[in-house]
């Protein structure tokens, strides 16, 4: 897998980067979703291209690294479920899942609009059709889950001791 | 000595079809799901992927279901899983710094910079029973209020400033980090070592440790600099990808304690720190964490070592639960060689006693 590919070439230089950054974002947008959801999405963005599977979907571990007092040397705190799979293209583009969990329909989806993402011809149907809706969803729930903290807040000058009156 | 019992395996089939009749319990009431495990039984959930070592909320959920609740029966068929699957490699550090906190508090800086918000904590209540529970109804919205977008810093980066408490241990790229799922434990341990054994400990252990130091048996001084919780991201560094990957968010609970240093002959005194760091909502499991692992630095620190929190060997060998339920428990195997052995020894030296006692009461008399 880690031999040289033509896809690969494209990633070099600094539009390579920006299209790193790129996939990185719909990654963990997709990495988020609901299963059900992301398939609904994608079935309803209409024909997609033929594939084949690169790597059939499979169940790992990752052992997830902390850092000593958060900023600090690293340390093996425990131990994650993943799912992974990677898919190819008929056009040559590969796409990789990698997702929290078992879910290898989930990381087959993840792979298959990674790999969507890298065409010019299905990016903005991925990115208005999937991605967009999705992340929309997601903003949205951490916009209320930010609220319902932000209610939580102390403020301080409100408690005022009795005794500092006298 | 073990030996194998015969005809046993009718009488373990029949316990076993018993064990799933009583786990299931009275027909009558509804089965429970995953999903009201995993999120009604939330803590719970999150104690077991902790001390699993394994975070995967839906298994969490089904040992301890299979587990009838038993938390270390469920934590035990979690690492049993997880010796089922192939690893695909190490994440990025976590940067916890960058958390979506949904709860910060610190008991050391009132107004620290981004606030202090309570989240969902069972602090302040009263303890008393809630019969309401005991029903299904509705609960009520959570208030909501625009959200002020203050930084979060660490509370020790504003000690640092002024050198008043120790810099973090600075990552060396020649040293690989430690992994007791890899090498077993030897001593001394390093610190990532023994942090991966504190955050994978048994709770109830830790929590009687670190409660040890604060009575006087290794005191440290700590307060608690800051406790946060909330999600982060994991990545991990996919070679075939070329980049690192984001896989998604989990719950993380992080505790920093500052404790007290008077400084050494080389050190001037500082404030120095104890570090706890685990799956999911684990707020008293992490400020525990926090205070073994600032106790068992005193080697480190050139503090005298003389209490059980300080001991590593001690505290590392006996803080897994699994380890632990592992040795007590298999005093219920069949030992019945063993103990026909001890029998005729404890016979033997009953019969000696009994022949030598005139002998011993003649030097009784003599000296008195």
């Keep these: 897998m880690t031999t040289a590919h033509p896809v690969s070439l494209k990633t070099d230089g600094e539009s390579g980067l920006a299209q790193h950054a790129a996939r990185r974002e719909a990654m963990a947008v997709l990495a988020g979703s609901d299963t059900g959801e992301l398939a609904a999405l994608l079935a309803a963005a209409g024909e997609l291209p033929a594939h084949e599977e690169l790597r059939k979907p499979e169940s790992g571990l990752l052992m997830l690294r902390g850092r000593i007092s958060g900023d600090g040397s690293p340390f093996n705190v425990g131990e994650l479920t993943v799912a992974r799979a990677a898919v190819k293209l008929a056009s040559g583009e590969m796409g990789f899942g990698y997702v929290l969990g078992r879910d290898h329909e989930k990381a087959r989806f993840v792979a298959l609009c990674d790999a969507l993402v890298q065409t010019d011809r299905f990016r903005p149907l991925i990115e208005n059709g999937v991605i967009e809706p999705l992340r929309a969803r997601q903003r949205e729930a951490r916009k209320l889950a930010a609220e319902r903290t932000a209610a939580t807040r102390v403020e301080f000058f409100t408690l005022v001791r009795g005794e500092d009156d006298k | 000595m073990y030996v194998a019992v015969k005809d046993g395996e009718r009488a373990i089939e029949n316990a076993h079809t018993l064990l799933a009749h009583e786990r299931r319990g009275d027909p009558q009431v509804p089965g429970l799901s995953l999903a009201q495990i995993s999120e009604q039984l939330a803590l719970a959930v999150d104690r077991v992927m902790s001390e699993g070592s394994l975070y995967d909320r839906e298994l969490a959920a089904l040992a301890i279901k299979q587990a009838r609740g038993d938390l270390i029966e469920a934590i035990f068929l979690l690492r049993a899983y997880r010796a089922t699957l192939p ?257 005729g020894l404890v016979r033997r030296m009953r019969a000696d006693f009994e022949a030598t006692a005139d002998e011993r009461l003649a030097i009784q008399e003599a000296a008195e």
């Design chain 2, 87 to 343: 690893r695909f490699g190490m994440s990025e550090p976590v940067d916890t710094g960058a958390m979506t906190v949904r709860r910060r508090i610190s008991a050391a800086f009132k107004d620290l910079p981004g606030g202090q918000v309570l989240g969902p904590t069972f602090d302040y209540t009263h303890r008393l029973l809630d019969h309401m529970l005991a029903g299904d109804t509705a609960v009520a919205q959570p208030q909501s209020v625009p959200v002020q977008a203050d930084a979060m810093p660490r509370v020790s980066d504003l000690l640092a400033a002024d050198g008043l408490i120790e810099p973090s241990p600075q990552p060396d790229a020649s040293k690989p980090v430690g992994d007791l799922t890899r090498e077993p434990l030897s001593f001394p341990a390093e610190r990532d070592l023994r942090l991966q054994n504190l955050a994978r400990g048994d709770e109830g252990f830790l929590l009687a440790l670190g409660y040890s130091t604060q009575r006087g048996y290794g005191r440290t001084h700590p307060f608690a600099g800051e406790i946060r919780l909330g999600e982060v991201d994991v990545e991990f560094f996919a070679e075939e990808v070329g980049f690192a990957v984001p896989l998604g968010r989990i719950t993380m609970t992080e505790c920093q304690m500052i404790n007290q240093f008077h400084g050494s002959a080389t050190q001037a005194p500082q404030f120095t720190r104890g570090y706890g760091l685990v799956f999911g909502h684990g707020e008293r499991k992490a400020m525990t964490m926090a205070l073994v692992d600032r106790a068992l630095r005193a080697r480190e620190l050139g503090e005298e070592a003389n209490a059980p929190a300080q001991d590593e060997e001690f505290v590392l060998s006996h803080s897994d639960n699994v380890q632990a339920t592992g040795f007590v428990e298999h005093l219920k195997l069949p030992h019945y060689v063993d103990f026909q052995a001890e029998l």
